[in-house]
């Protein structure tokens, strides 16, 4: 079973501040990552996606992977209220079809 | 701009009814996925298709059928309504090529009483 864990939160922080988010993951062979969004009652929104060791930066979204270690990060800096949400890491399975195993998410609140 | 446009939004069934879940997307996508997801967790993969014709089982199979006649429609059928299917039904698709990301539709709020 390939799994991907995620702290379920809810991570609190103040507005303005830097909000992290963590994911790790069992599948070695995987190869893409993917942050999404999802408000309560609503549908998961893409807002990252990464697949090289490293940093990537999209505005106030970076997004980190270290393959070796297995794990993969979510940086929102300057937290906003409208950031308040439940955050899914999910991992692209190998083999076809372009699967993806998601994570239970981490809920953030951002407080005024 | 559709993207992906599941329908219907929410739907009450009685337990041992059937009732189909649809499912159609505009951007000419290959891939198409069905998900569940229970409150508290994440999304479980039911089915998917890589093409018209082609299906294959996910991790959370049992109690469902899908079909796929052509690119833009990938209904879901539950053919025998137990409680244990009350959830939250997503419908998402992605292009063919490795790493490419998927996108939902809204989603089919489902309650089996």
């Known amino acids: ?112 | 701009n559709a993207g992906v446009t599941q329908t219907p939004k929410f739907r009450i069934l009685k337990i041992g009814q059937s009732m189909t879940l649809q499912c159609a997307q505009d951007m000419n996508h290959n891939y198409m996925y069905w998900y569940r997801q229970d409150p508290g967790m994440g999304l479980k993969l039911i089915y998917y298709s890589v093409g018209a014709g082609i299906t294959d089982k996910g991790e959370v199979p049992n109690g469902y059928n899908v079909s796929r006649s052509t690119t833009e429609y990938f209904p879901l059928r539950l053919e025998l309504a137990a409680p244990s299917q009350t959830s939250v039904y997503f419908c998402a698709s992605s292009p063919q090529g490795s790493r490419q990301p998927q996108h939902f539709g809204d989603g089919t709020r489902l309650s089996i009483l």
């Open chain 1, 1 to 112: 079973q390939k799994e991907v864990e995620q702290n379920s939160g809810p991570l609190s922080v103040p507005e303005g501040a830097i909000a992290s988010l963590n994911c790790t993951y069992s599948d070695r062979g995987s190869q893409s990552f993917f942050w999404y969004r999802q408000y309560s009652g609503k549908s998961p929104e893409l807002i990252m996606f990464i697949y090289s060791n490293g940093d990537k930066e999209d505005g106030r979204f970076t997004a980190q992977l270290n393959k070796a270690s297995q794990y993969v990060s979510l940086l929102i800096r300057d937290s906003q209220p409208s950031d308040s949400a439940t955050y899914l890491c999910a991992v692209g399975l190998t083999g076809g079809g372009n699967k993806l195993t998601f994570g239970t998410g981490t809920q953030l609140k951002v407080e005024l």
